[in-house]
């Protein structure tokens, strides 16, 4: 670092009034009761994630794995995001959202299969961190657990992060696999394309906590709609929920009306929320162990839709319908988003919206259907809200479904308001339906189930909530 950039580094400590004096050490260091160490009963994740460490070990024999949690991450200046764990971090340790940032773990595969969790334990009353470090001391942002607890909690052996460099020190580099290397991040991704048990059950939490954000979304639309920003309204309501029934968003809200609807990612929610539009909201909550679930509906603002929008509406719900009667065990996993764009193409045709037919459409180099619907069908999900991402294609969109995957069907289609190929009634219309849903052995199971689908049943629903 450069003279110039450690003295401007040095410039956070010019705020701090901290007493450093050992007449004051020794005085903040005395009379504090003693630490509750009693020990955790283990986590229901810990057997499941003991497992996931064995296949790591197994996949990977002879090497030493090393999984990083992750730092803090600057927001601007001294403050920081929230934050959250890696995901392969939190998958194969079972820690969500009370992660110690900097914690590392290791699965050495070199004789046998010995894992380690290294991560900064709460510092002694006798230390000046304790009080003075703003970033990690106890009066700042509270106690950390002791290694004895978070090893119970885990069922995982634990050491002080500052013992880690000297241990890696002792492992050859040719023995070290992390991250970064894409064999790793492979597998580890693709370990979490079938869920077990526990993540099963933490998935239907995050879909339980994501209905009831839907729900408060609906009773708001009143004040949204009298707020020049109401997408923030719609925006702050879903917030709420998730920061009250889980741990956080699992991604930015898309709170998107009217217009807006046609911007795929569209987060900036600042626009007006009108009568006689559309509301597209795609949201999900992540709970305490990093799942998140990821749905979207669109919501007739004054709760009634019109003719144009509902036909659009309900041909989407058609397409997802598609899509929901061919997902079963056997399946390949690209064949849901063929099963959807049939549906596409048909619509589009059967309102001239096509230079061809609809089967001629669906020929690889025409796909003009894709123009009002430019993207996928599905995608897993899990701790990511695209699980899995690293995955190789052959086990990604080749795939056949098996039983306990976990994906998304959201066919939609949007039509901008500068939109010349069609009918002037259309444009400005964007719809999506977004369900997550399970493989069983049969079929797949919809999750979501609990929020409407059906354009009536969408308006009866929204009239109970609101009356």
């Given at each position: 670092m450069?003279?110039?950039?450690?003295?401007?580094?040095?410039?956070?400590?010019n705020r701090s009034r901290?007493?450093?004096s050992q007449?004051?050490?020794?005085?903040?260091?005395?009379?504090w009761a003693?630490?509750d160490?009693k020990?955790?009963?283990?986590?229901?994740v810990?057997?499941?994630?003991a497992?996931r460490?064995a296949a790591?070990?197994k996949a990977?024999?002879g090497?030493?794995?090393?999984?990083a949690?992750?730092?803090?991450?600057t927001?601007?200046?001294?403050t920081?995001?929230?934050?959250?764990?890696h995901?392969?971090?939190?998958?194969?340790t079972?820690?969500?959202t009370?992660t110690v940032?900097?914690?590392?773990?290791v699965?050495d595969?070199?004789?046998?299969?010995?894992?380690?969790?290294?991560?900064?334990?709460?510092?002694?009353?006798?230390?000046?961190?304790?009080?003075?470090?703003?970033?990690?001391?106890?009066f700042?942002?509270?106690?950390?657990?002791?290694?004895?607890?978070?090893?119970?909690?885990?069922?995982?052996?634990?050491k002080?992060?500052?013992?880690?460099?000297?241990?890696?020190?002792?492992?050859?580099?040719?023995d070290?696999?992390?991250?970064?290397?894409?064999?790793?991040?492979?597998?580890?991704?693709e370990?979490?394309?079938?869920k077990?048990?526990?993540?099963?059950?933490?998935m239907r939490?995050?879909?339980?906590?994501?209905?009831?954000?839907?729900?408060?979304?609906?009773?708001?639309?009143?004040?949204?709609i009298?707020?020049?920003?109401g997408?923030?309204?719609?925006e702050?309501?879903?917030?709420a929920?998730?920061r009250?029934?889980g741990n956080?968003l699992?991604?930015?809200?898309?709170a998107?009306?009217?217009?807006?609807?046609?911007?795929?990612h569209w987060?900036?929610?600042?626009?007006?929320?009108?009568?006689?539009e559309?509301?597209?909201?795609?949201?999900g909550?992540?709970?305490?162990?990093?799942?998140?679930?990821?749905?979207?509906?669109?919501?007739?603002?004054n709760?009634?839709?019109?003719a144009t929008?509902?036909m659009?509406y309900?041909?989407?719900?058609?397409?997802a319908?598609?899509?929901?009667k061919?997902?079963?065990?056997g399946v390949k996993?690209?064949?849901?988003?063929?099963?959807?764009?049939?549906?596409?193409?048909?619509?589009?045709?059967?309102?001239?919206l096509l230079?061809?037919?609809?089967?001629?459409?669906?020929?690889?180099d025409?796909q003009?259907?894709?123009?009002?619907?430019?993207?996928?069908?599905?995608?897993?999900?899990?701790?990511?809200?695209?699980?899995?991402?690293?995955a190789?294609?052959e086990?990604?969109?080749?795939?056949?479904?098996?039983?306990?995957?976990?994906?998304?069907?959201?066919?939609?289609?949007y039509?901008?308001?500068d939109?010349?190929?069609?009918p002037?009634?259309?444009?400005?219309?964007?719809?999506?339906?977004e369900?997550?849903?399970l493989?069983?052995?049969?079929?797949?199971?919809?999750l979501t189930k609990?929020?409407?689908?059906?354009?009536r049943?969408?308006?009866?629903w929204?009239?109970?909530?609101k009356g």
């Amino acid at each position: 670092m450069s003279k110039d950039a450690k003295k401007l580094a040095s410039r956070n400590a010019n705020r701090s009034r901290t007493p450093h004096s050992q007449q004051f050490m020794k005085y903040i260091g005395s009379n504090w009761a003693e630490r509750d160490n009693k020990l955790p009963k283990a986590d229901a994740v810990a057997p499941f994630a003991a497992k996931r460490r064995a296949a790591v070990a197994k996949a990977f024999k002879g090497k030493v794995v090393v999984i990083a949690a992750g730092e803090m991450k600057t927001r601007s200046n001294d403050t920081e995001y929230r934050y959250r764990p890696h995901s392969a971090f939190a998958h194969l340790t079972g820690w969500g959202t009370h992660t110690v940032p900097s914690s590392i773990l290791v699965i050495d595969a070199r004789k046998g299969s010995k894992s380690t969790l290294f991560f900064r334990e709460t510092a002694g009353h006798d230390t000046d961190e304790f009080f003075a470090n703003s970033a990690i001391g106890e009066f700042w942002v509270g106690s950390r657990p002791g290694l004895k607890q978070v090893s119970a909690l885990l069922g995982l052996p634990t050491k002080s992060l500052k013992t880690y460099e000297e241990f890696i020190k002792s492992v050859a580099k040719k023995d070290v696999v992390t991250l970064d290397d894409a064999a790793v991040a492979e597998f580890v991704s693709e370990l979490r394309l079938v869920k077990d048990e526990y993540e099963i059950k933490e998935m239907r939490k995050a879909v339980a906590a994501s209905v009831e954000g839907f729900k408060s979304v609906v009773r708001n639309l009143d004040r949204a709609i009298t707020h020049p920003r109401g997408e923030r309204i719609v925006e702050g309501a879903f917030f709420a929920e998730a920061r009250a029934n889980g741990n956080d968003l699992g991604y930015e809200t898309i709170a998107a009306a009217g217009e807006h609807a046609c911007t795929l990612h569209w987060i900036i929610n600042d626009g007006k929320v009108n009568k006689g539009e559309l509301l597209l909201l795609d949201a999900g909550v992540e709970v305490e162990s990093l799942y998140t679930a990821d749905v979207t509906r669109t919501l007739p603002i004054n709760g009634k839709f019109n003719a144009t929008q509902e036909m659009i509406y309900e041909a989407v719900r058609e397409a997802a319908d598609a899509a929901f009667k061919i997902a079963k065990p056997g399946v390949k996993f690209r064949e849901i988003h063929a099963a959807a764009m049939k549906v596409i193409a048909q619509k589009t045709a059967e309102w001239g919206l096509l230079p061809v037919s609809a089967e001629e459409s669906l020929e690889p180099d025409n796909q003009f259907h894709r123009r009002w619907m430019i993207h996928g069908t599905s995608h897993h999900l899990g701790m990511d809200v695209h699980d899995c991402a690293q995955a190789r294609r052959e086990m990604y969109l080749d795939a056949e479904l098996k039983p306990g995957m976990i994906f998304t069907i959201e066919p939609g289609l949007y039509f901008h308001k500068d939109d010349l190929l069609v009918p002037k009634k259309f444009r400005g219309i964007g719809a999506r339906i977004e369900d997550d849903v399970l493989v069983t052995k049969t079929g797949v199971e919809n999750l979501t189930k609990a929020l409407p689908r059906k354009a009536r049943d969408v308006e009866a629903w929204m009239a109970k909530l609101k009356g």
